[in-house]
């Protein structure tokens, strides 16, 4: 079964200056904005409205070390994605599997049809139970897959492991992106909101990274899966100390829980304005939770079908397939090292998310998807020039592995994180997790079928084919994104909220 070149690189000093550059840029950005409001109040005479404590200008919140407890759950996201990978050649000798790749791919593919059924979980639970219990309930498992992984002494035990941690990325990949959006200060909601994306490159680098003693020691792949279990509980033992997400806590009528919340994530000097901006936005209405047929309602459908489109398009505009081919690519420019092609395509990925993150609240959303999809298209039509057209035949190795990493970076400045920051953006409070959950089901679900057809797909038309038919993905993308999808950047939730409703 052919090796696919999962990986993430980067350096953690670029990512410590990001975080850095966010936590300090804080005060600057609420202080900016509460005296901005506060000059428009004046002139305009609406004083009112204003809340006294408004003029204290310096927050006492701070909303990182909630957000990095929450990303461990992006953490095993990518970890457990990219570990089998690595395993997969040793683990089949020690179950017996070795000469059969049908119980292979089943041990690779268990995992994503996991991942669906907790997606859609997920939505559920976090609406339900809130946010922070989901978390909690969710390390169960992610705990148990990895043990039965790690110990598993038949294939059929193995199966299972992964199914369950499938499960638990799955209601992972639904409650991280929503709790991050719905706890971040509106002004960096942003790039806090990437950095999902980069924890899961981080992920994946850290599973390359623990795959390196297997060439020395066969059953190392075993402390491989094993290692996952302490993030899972770290993660659930974080969440004890985490807030519960104000907006859903106010969506529960728990008005004083929901002010709670907002102190220690915002410090008291913005509980009125956060309140305000609750109640202006209707978060506090007397409806009840959305049902999952309420999705498909004329009310609804418009943006809950917004939020699919952004997960297929992401996944038919052949990510999986760039990476998939990308050692054989770099194989052919002479790069023979696997580890070195998944390091280069994995670098390729931190770096535009590192880049991504930082623009998100300049350039906007909207405008990073399309650049992205734009230069995932240009990058695709010369991969696929690559494989056709024969006088490019003594360029094509150096051409193929230019266009697998320009296509990987276009793909992380916005393909890769912006679809999961925007979805718990543009959903209303009410269909906010089921939404969600409903939108990452179609990124599972398209992944699975990717991975069950791909192969048979480039054997019958070729793969210079299949790379012009993501290309046109691609293109197609973009005119959609630039019809249908709205800005966010610079807009509370309750803002975005009342806007879609006018709309409509």
Not at 352 to 357: D, K, L, V, Y
Not at 469 to 479: E, N
Not at 488 to 504: V, W, Y
């Given at each position: 079964?052919?090796d696919?070149?999962?990986?993430?690189?980067?350096?953690?000093?670029?990512?410590?200056?990001?975080?850095?550059?966010?936590?300090?840029?804080?005060?600057?950005?609420?202080?900016?904005?509460?005296?901005?409001?506060?000059?428009?109040?004046?002139?305009?005479?609406d004083?009112?409205?204003?809340?006294?404590?408004?003029?204290?200008?310096?927050?006492?919140?701070?909303?990182?070390?909630?957000?990095?407890?929450?990303?461990?759950?992006?953490?095993?996201?990518?970890?457990?994605?990219?570990?089998?990978?690595?395993?997969?050649?040793?683990?089949?000798?020690d179950?017996?599997?070795?000469?059969?790749?049908?119980?292979?791919?089943?041990?690779?593919?268990?995992?994503?049809?996991?991942?669906?059924?907790?997606?859609?979980?997920?939505?559920?639970?976090?609406?339900?139970?809130?946010?922070?219990?989901?978390?909690?309930?969710d390390?169960?498992?992610?705990?148990?897959?990895a043990?039965?992984?790690?110990?598993?002494?038949?294939?059929?035990?193995?199966?299972?492991?992964?199914?369950?941690?499938?499960?638990?990325?799955?209601?992972?990949?639904?409650?991280?992106?929503?709790?991050?959006?719905?706890?971040?200060?509106?002004e960096?909601?942003?790039?806090?909101?990437?950095?999902?994306?980069?924890?899961?490159?981080?992920?994946?680098?850290?599973?390359?990274?623990?795959?390196?003693?297997?060439?020395?020691?066969?059953?190392?792949?075993?402390?491989?899966?094993?290692?996952?279990?302490?993030?899972?509980?770290?993660?659930?033992?974080?969440?004890?100390?985490c807030?519960?997400?104000?907006?859903?806590?106010?969506?529960?009528?728990?008005?004083?829980?929901?002010?709670?919340?907002m102190?220690?994530?915002?410090?008291?000097?913005?509980?009125?304005?956060?309140?305000?901006?609750?109640?202006?936005?209707?978060?506090?209405?007397?409806?009840?939770?959305?049902?999952?047929?309420?999705?498909?309602?004329?009310?609804?459908?418009?943006?809950?079908?917004?939020?699919?489109?952004?997960?297929?398009?992401?996944?038919?505009a052949?990510i999986?397939?760039?990476?998939?081919?990308?050692?054989?690519?770099?194989?052919?420019?002479?790069?023979?090292?696997?580890?070195?092609?998944?390091?280069?395509?994995?670098?390729s990925?931190?770096f535009?998310?590192?880049?991504?993150?930082s623009?998100?609240?300049?350039?906007?959303?909207?405008?990073?998807?399309?650049?992205?999809?734009?230069?995932?298209?240009?990058?695709?039509?010369?991969?696929?020039?690559?494989?056709?057209?024969?006088?490019?035949?003594?360029?094509?190795?150096?051409?193929?592995?230019?266009?697998?990493?320009?296509?990987?970076?276009?793909?992380?400045?916005?393909?890769?994180?912006?679809?999961?920051?925007?979805?718990?953006?543009?959903?209303?409070s009410?269909?906010?997790?089921?939404?969600?959950?409903?939108?990452?089901g179609?990124?599972w679900?398209?992944?699975?079928?990717?991975?069950?057809?791909?192969?048979?797909?480039?054997?019958?038309?070729?793969?210079?084919?299949?790379?012009l038919?993501?290309?046109?993905?691609?293109?197609?993308?973009?005119?959609?994104?630039?019809?249908n999808?709205?800005e966010?950047?610079?807009?509370?939730?309750?803002?975005?909220?009342?806007?879609?409703?006018?709309?409509?």
């Open positions: 079964m052919p696919r070149g999962f990986c993430c690189g980067g350096s953690p000093v670029d990512f410590g200056v990001e975080m850095a550059r966010v936590r300090t840029g804080m005060e600057g950005i609420f202080r900016s904005r509460e005296k901005a409001r506060y000059v428009r109040a004046q002139t305009s005479g004083l009112e409205n204003v809340p006294t404590d408004k003029l204290q200008t310096k927050p006492s919140g701070h909303v990182l070390p909630y957000v990095g407890v929450a990303c461990l759950g992006a953490i095993l996201f990518g970890y457990h994605l990219a570990v089998v990978n690595g395993a997969l050649e040793y683990l089949a000798r179950l017996g599997i070795a000469k059969n790749t049908v119980l292979q791919g089943w041990v690779v593919s268990t995992t994503l049809a996991g991942a669906t059924v907790g997606s859609f979980t997920g939505g559920a639970l976090a609406d339900k139970l809130g946010r922070i219990r989901t978390f909690q309930l390390a169960i498992p992610l705990v148990i897959g043990f039965l992984s790690a110990t598993a002494q038949d294939v059929r035990t193995m199966i299972i492991g992964r199914l369950l941690a499938g499960v638990g990325i799955g209601i992972s990949s639904a409650i991280v992106p929503l709790y991050i959006s719905e706890i971040s200060p509106t960096i909601r942003g790039a806090l909101g990437s950095v999902n994306q980069l924890f899961i490159c981080i992920g994946i680098l850290v599973a390359l990274v623990a795959g390196l003693p297997l060439a020395g020691n066969p059953i190392w792949w075993r402390t491989m899966f094993a290692v996952a279990i302490f993030p899972a509980l770290l993660m659930a033992l974080g969440m004890a100390v807030p519960e997400s104000p907006r859903w806590l106010f969506q529960q009528g728990k008005l004083s829980q929901a002010e709670t919340a102190k220690k994530l915002y410090g008291k000097e913005k509980v009125a304005e956060v309140m305000h901006g609750l109640r202006a936005g209707g978060e506090g209405s007397t409806e009840p939770d959305a049902g999952w047929f309420d999705l498909f309602s004329k009310r609804y459908w418009k943006v809950v079908s917004v939020g699919a489109a952004l997960f297929l398009f992401q996944q038919f052949g999986n397939a760039v990476v998939y081919y990308s050692t054989a690519v770099f194989r052919s420019a002479g790069i023979s090292s696997d580890v070195a092609a998944s390091a280069l395509v994995g670098a990925n931190v535009g998310t590192i880049i991504a993150s623009l998100m609240d300049k350039r906007g959303r909207k405008s990073l998807l399309i650049t992205s999809f734009t230069g995932m298209a240009a990058s695709m039509l010369l991969l696929s020039l690559c494989f056709t057209w024969k006088s490019l035949a003594p360029y094509s190795g150096t051409l193929a592995v230019l266009g697998t990493v320009l296509y990987v970076l276009s793909f992380s400045l916005g393909a890769g994180p912006v679809p999961a920051l925007l979805l718990p953006e543009i959903f209303a009410r269909i906010r997790a089921k939404a969600v959950a409903l939108s990452l179609m990124h679900v398209s992944n699975f079928v990717i991975g069950l057809c791909f192969l048979s797909v480039v054997t019958r038309f070729g793969i210079g084919r299949v790379y038919g993501f290309a046109t993905v691609c293109v197609l993308a973009a005119l959609y994104i630039a019809g999808v709205v966010t950047k610079g807009r509370s939730l309750e803002e975005i909220e009342r806007a879609l409703s006018t709309a409509d």
